[in-house]
RNA sequence: GCGCCCGUAGCUCAGUGGAUAGAGCGUCAGGUUGCGGACCUGAAGGUCGUGGGUUCGAGUCCCGCCGGGCGCGCCA
């Protein structure tokens, strides 16, 4: 498309841009009107300014240029046509034909629009890399790899996880699943807090438990608590005593059980993490100390009241934020700029932080502080989710870990299920308040779109079965084969092809509602074409052998779409 | 009061400045002597909260207003 703009301005067919003017950037979309095409591109129409010429009229030179181009290329696509047809063994391998020109006709349309339809070939050769190699397909190599840090969750192990921290640990995986389609590196990461008060509070809670007196108002009152007094070995409690601070003690053994069972809790789900990194590390390990001396050097510093400041004022906040308390602890900002240090020193190029939108407060102070230490504050992304309303009968379910009173992820899964969530979650943008209601979902799980694309895919999966009992197997040849011509597949074959792109959105957006529209478009088509093209069928072998190598290729596409969403792709259900 | 997010069909939600604003559910009316009816076809349903502005073109960008959520600690 570039290409032709350009001749058609050395031609001398359009004037050029003037100079000191931006050049439009070309861009090529989907039609959302078949009768518009495969693609389209509002070039002509963004010229039109700059040009001081008619749109229609740039669009016609554009148009014959991109049509030259096409008649050029299918001279040249004789011989390779030719040779093919003197014995299909012998042709190229799949998909790694001749470099064919991928277009096949060109049309102006008004305003200024330049429709584009794609080539029969171009579509084959597609299908017939989708069968060769399966397991890439939908994977697509980043102009620009990067290793990217995720971190999400991060809920402190005093309570199992409940349904409020779903959301997050969802949005963080599937950021994370299309990141690596993408050809990106990713690190899944969780922060836990190991040291601070609400430990000794649930040792505290654990213990009262235990010895049978009563729970302290602000401890922890959940069942879970009465679930770890009764597992708490005598040893860990004849040690705690004797360690003089035996609410600590316990609160540590505490925390850790609660943050395994986390673990336990999130791998149902199908997240898991790379990296469990705890608070505590980071001032053993001395980030926070290099931190403040990193901000220090560079003036960012100031004690006031006896406290230590960071000037996040200085780069655009409210006001500016305390590191060190005047006890000479430090705040949770100061352990968030020591673990700044400690992820770049690991060379991540990317930072994204998952946090609920209540935390959208301390947003400026962490990348700003990022900036003070030298790095690079466009690498530093905070990614709000926005809350998750949750309701039961028409009643908002109130949380509280501290009161005991939530439902945990674990209820969610036995209730719901693990694919039907992440399809909930998946298919909405992480930025936008939903509500969740629960017996509602539970009522609605048999109508869940998920399910309407999980048939899709085990019905291709017994045809294929049937298939195999009449002999009949998906062709290898596609190109070339006249599967296209007419009807059905065509229409089937334009969905397949486009989940590449879909995933490159999605990575581009860090969001996955795009992936769910798509994988319901395609069981959409695939269910049509079902109807209107009977695949098996024994009097017609040529014939059945093409269309179940196109039936194949949807279902590799499907269930590679849902595998990015982490949910299942059932051979029968 | 200041800042951030949100407002799209009866409900739940999509909609990178482009062509007639979409999907699922719900409602109504239809469909299979054939490969899985958890399917298919069609219909009804919208002043995109509201008023201006920018643009060839605005649900999308800018400003005001209305309504809802969240935040404004030497808490985490």
């Given at each position: 498309m570039e290409r032709a703009w350009h001749r058609a301005v050395a031609s001398g067919a359009l004037p050029a841009i003037p100079a000191g003017t931006e050049p439009p950037a070309v861009e090529v979309e989907r039609p959302a009107d078949p009768a518009h095409g495969d693609l389209a591109s509002n070039l002509a129409l963004r010229l039109a300014r700059p040009c001081r010429r008619a749109p229609l009229e740039i669009a016609a030179a554009i148009a014959a240029e991109l049509a030259r181009e096409i008649k050029a290329a299918r001279v040249s696509e004789q011989e390779p046509e030719q040779d093919s047809a003197q014995?299909?063994?012998?042709?190229?391998?799949p998909g790694s034909?001749?470099?064919?020109?991928?277009?096949a006709a060109v049309e102006v349309a008004p305003p200024g629009f330049l429709n584009l339809r794609l080539a029969d070939a171009a579509l084959e050769a597609t299908l017939e890399r989708i069968l060769a190699?399966?397991?890439?397909?939908?994977r697509v190599a980043a102009a620009e790899p990067r290793h990217v840090n995720v971190e999400f969750?991060?809920?402190?192990?005093?309570g199992p996880l409940h349904i409020g921290n779903a959301r997050g640990a969802f949005v963080g995986d599937l950021l994370c699943r299309v990141l690596e389609a993408a050809g990106h590196r990713t690190t899944r990461e969780y922060y836990f807090n190991d040291f601070g008060a609400q430990v000794r509070n649930l040792g505290a809670s654990v213990l009262a438990v235990r010895t049978g007196a009563p729970v302290p108002d602000d401890g922890y009152h959940g069942d879970y608590v009465a679930e770890l007094a009764g597992g708490l070995p005598g040893d860990v409690l004849e040690a705690a005593d004797a360690a003089g601070d035996p609410a600590w003690a316990v609160g540590v053994w505490a925390s850790e059980r609660v943050r395994a069972g986390i673990e336990a809790s999130l791998a149902r789900l199908g997240v898991r993490f790379d990296v469990w990194k705890s608070e505590g590390s980071l001032y053993r390990e001395g980030w926070v100390e290099q931190a403040v001396e990193r901000l220090a050097a560079a003036g960012q510093l100031y004690d006031q009241d006896g406290a230590l400041w960071f000037r996040s004022a200085a780069f655009g906040d409210d006001k500016d934020r305390v590191v060190r308390k005047s006890n000479g602890d430090f705040t949770y900002f100061g352990s968030d700029i020591g673990y700044l240090v400690e992820k770049f020193s690991r060379g991540f190029d990317r930072l994204v932080y998952i946090w609920?939108?209540?935390?959208?407060?301390?947003v400026a102070r962490l990348r700003n502080a990022a900036e003070a230490m030298g790095?690079?504050?466009?690498a530093v992304e905070v990614l709000l989710v926005a809350w998750v309303r949750f309701v039961r009968e028409g009643h908002e379910v109130s949380m509280s870990k501290r009161a005991g009173e939530f439902i945990t992820l674990d209820d969610l899964l036995s209730e719901i299920g693990a694919d039907p969530a992440r399809w909930f979650f998946g298919s909405r943008g992480p930025s936008s308040a939903i509500d969740f209601d629960i017996e509602l979902a539970k009522k609605q799980s048999n109508e869940n779109p998920v399910y309407y694309v999980q048939y899709a895919h085990a019905r291709i999966a017994s045809i294929l079965r049937k298939a195999a009992e009449a002999d009949l197997g998906p062709a290898?040849?596609?190109?070339?084969?006249?599967?296209?011509?007419?009807?059905?597949e065509a229409t089937l074959a334009r969905a397949v092809v486009r989940l590449p792109e879909v995933v490159e959105d999605a990575a581009a957006a860090g969001e996955t509602q795009g992936l769910t529209a798509y994988a319901t478009e395609l069981a959409t088509t695939f269910h049509a074409f079902y109807r209107d093209a009977r695949v098996v069928d024994p009097a017609e072998p040529d014939r059945s052998r093409l269309r179940l190598a196109l039936v194949e290729a949807a279902r590799i596409t499907l269930a590679n779409a849902l595998g990015l969403l982490g949910i299942s792709a059932p051979a029968s259900m």
């Amino acid at each position: 498309m570039e290409r032709a703009w350009h001749r058609a301005v050395a031609s001398g067919a359009l004037p050029a841009i003037p100079a000191g003017t931006e050049p439009p950037a070309v861009e090529v979309e989907r039609p959302a009107d078949p009768a518009h095409g495969d693609l389209a591109s509002n070039l002509a129409l963004r010229l039109a300014r700059p040009c001081r010429r008619a749109p229609l009229e740039i669009a016609a030179a554009i148009a014959a240029e991109l049509a030259r181009e096409i008649k050029a290329a299918r001279v040249s696509e004789q011989e390779p046509e030719q040779d093919s047809a003197q014995g299909p063994e012998q042709g190229p391998e799949p998909g790694s034909g001749p470099a064919v020109n991928p277009l096949a006709a060109v049309e102006v349309a008004p305003p200024g629009f330049l429709n584009l339809r794609l080539a029969d070939a171009a579509l084959e050769a597609t299908l017939e890399r989708i069968l060769a190699e399966p397991a890439s397909w939908g994977r697509v190599a980043a102009a620009e790899p990067r290793h990217v840090n995720v971190e999400f969750v991060s809920a402190n192990p005093t309570g199992p996880l409940h349904i409020g921290n779903a959301r997050g640990a969802f949005v963080g995986d599937l950021l994370c699943r299309v990141l690596e389609a993408a050809g990106h590196r990713t690190t899944r990461e969780y922060y836990f807090n190991d040291f601070g008060a609400q430990v000794r509070n649930l040792g505290a809670s654990v213990l009262a438990v235990r010895t049978g007196a009563p729970v302290p108002d602000d401890g922890y009152h959940g069942d879970y608590v009465a679930e770890l007094a009764g597992g708490l070995p005598g040893d860990v409690l004849e040690a705690a005593d004797a360690a003089g601070d035996p609410a600590w003690a316990v609160g540590v053994w505490a925390s850790e059980r609660v943050r395994a069972g986390i673990e336990a809790s999130l791998a149902r789900l199908g997240v898991r993490f790379d990296v469990w990194k705890s608070e505590g590390s980071l001032y053993r390990e001395g980030w926070v100390e290099q931190a403040v001396e990193r901000l220090a050097a560079a003036g960012q510093l100031y004690d006031q009241d006896g406290a230590l400041w960071f000037r996040s004022a200085a780069f655009g906040d409210d006001k500016d934020r305390v590191v060190r308390k005047s006890n000479g602890d430090f705040t949770y900002f100061g352990s968030d700029i020591g673990y700044l240090v400690e992820k770049f020193s690991r060379g991540f190029d990317r930072l994204v932080y998952i946090w609920g939108a209540d935390h959208h407060g301390t947003v400026a102070r962490l990348r700003n502080a990022a900036e003070a230490m030298g790095f690079s504050k466009a690498a530093v992304e905070v990614l709000l989710v926005a809350w998750v309303r949750f309701v039961r009968e028409g009643h908002e379910v109130s949380m509280s870990k501290r009161a005991g009173e939530f439902i945990t992820l674990d209820d969610l899964l036995s209730e719901i299920g693990a694919d039907p969530a992440r399809w909930f979650f998946g298919s909405r943008g992480p930025s936008s308040a939903i509500d969740f209601d629960i017996e509602l979902a539970k009522k609605q799980s048999n109508e869940n779109p998920v399910y309407y694309v999980q048939y899709a895919h085990a019905r291709i999966a017994s045809i294929l079965r049937k298939a195999a009992e009449a002999d009949l197997g998906p062709a290898g040849r596609l190109v070339g084969s006249g599967l296209l011509t007419g009807g059905p597949e065509a229409t089937l074959a334009r969905a397949v092809v486009r989940l590449p792109e879909v995933v490159e959105d999605a990575a581009a957006a860090g969001e996955t509602q795009g992936l769910t529209a798509y994988a319901t478009e395609l069981a959409t088509t695939f269910h049509a074409f079902y109807r209107d093209a009977r695949v098996v069928d024994p009097a017609e072998p040529d014939r059945s052998r093409l269309r179940l190598a196109l039936v194949e290729a949807a279902r590799i596409t499907l269930a590679n779409a849902l595998g990015l969403l982490g949910i299942s792709a059932p051979a029968s259900m």
